[in-house]
């Protein structure tokens, strides 16, 4: 994660102490710990920490400053996200297109900071005309109404999914059949087709032979293997009676 630091994320203006919570959590989910809060109307308070709920050490550590001006001067990328017609909409790219160049960015170690205006009214002409990239999130034209915390997890999974995106944390370790599973799973069966005289008129070593070729592609784990250990052995009680 460590090149992923060199990403801030940046709150203009916020209005709603539980949007910054929320838009911590959403940036902590995705890998990123940096959150400055430029000139909030409204600064963090317990409902922001109720809503970060794991994330609440973004929370704290975040940074309240004065001007946008003080936290994006070492940054080589700055982008301005938004929603709104603006003069400056002929400039504007998706997520996805600017992408490639954050990745650029980070792997070179330089700054990235990813600006987000006020709740109701945006980024204001001046913020956004300090920024070097125009960025919005297609939606439904006729609905065109992300909320803060949605934008910014939006766009940090762009960031994550391109950074890492390793799904191993999520799977639980696998242990395979061995040989002696398979042996014993063969074994089984061949009991059953002679106790169900499955054989008559067939060759046995053949059958016994397709039988493990299957085993082999089948490439069981070992759960698997119990689970038709079980099945055999009750196939194998039943019969008996």
Same mark, same amino acid.
């Not at 490639?100 to 700054?111: C, F, V, W």
């Given at each position: ?35 400055? &809060? +430029?000139?909030?109307?409204?600064? %963090?308070?317990?409902? @922001? #920490?109720? !809503? ?81 990239? &125009? +960025?919005?999130?297609?939606?439904? %034209?006729?609905?065109? @109404? #992300?909320? !803060? ?93």
């Amino acid at each position: 994660m460590k090149s992923l630091n060199n990403i801030q994320i940046i709150l203009c203006n916020t209005s709603h102490p539980g949007n910054i919570g929320s838009a911590a959590r959403a940036m902590k989910t995705m890998g990123l710990y940096k959150l400055i &809060l +430029v000139d909030p109307i409204a600064k %963090p308070d317990d409902h @922001s #920490l109720a !809503l970060s709920c794991n994330a609440r050490d973004v929370v704290e550590n975040a940074r309240i400053v004065a001007s946008l001006d003080e936290v994006i001067a070492s940054s080589e990328l700055v982008i301005a996200m938004t929603g709104r017609k603006r003069e400056f909409s002929d400039r504007l790219i998706t997520p996805k297109a600017v992408i490639p160049e954050i990745m650029s960015a980070i792997a070179n170690n330089a700054q990235v900071s990813i600006v987000f205006g006020n709740e109701q009214h945006g980024l204001t002409i001046e913020q956004q005309e300090r920024c070097n990239r &125009l +960025v919005t999130i297609p939606g439904n %034209p006729e609905y065109f @109404s #992300l909320n !803060l915390a949605q934008a910014v997890q939006i766009m940090c999974y762009e960031i994550y999914s391109n950074y890492n995106p390793d799904l191993t944390h999520l799977i639980n370790p696998v242990q395979k059949a061995n040989h002696g599973d398979s042996q014993y799973l063969l074994a089984s069966l061949d009991k059953i087709m002679q106790q169900t005289e499955y054989y008559t008129k067939k060759n046995p070593e053949r059958i016994m032979r397709r039988l493990q070729k299957i085993l082999h592609k089948a490439d069981l784990e070992r759960e698997e293997a119990d689970l038709l250990h079980g099945i055999f052995k009750q196939i194998q009680r039943k019969l008996g009676q």
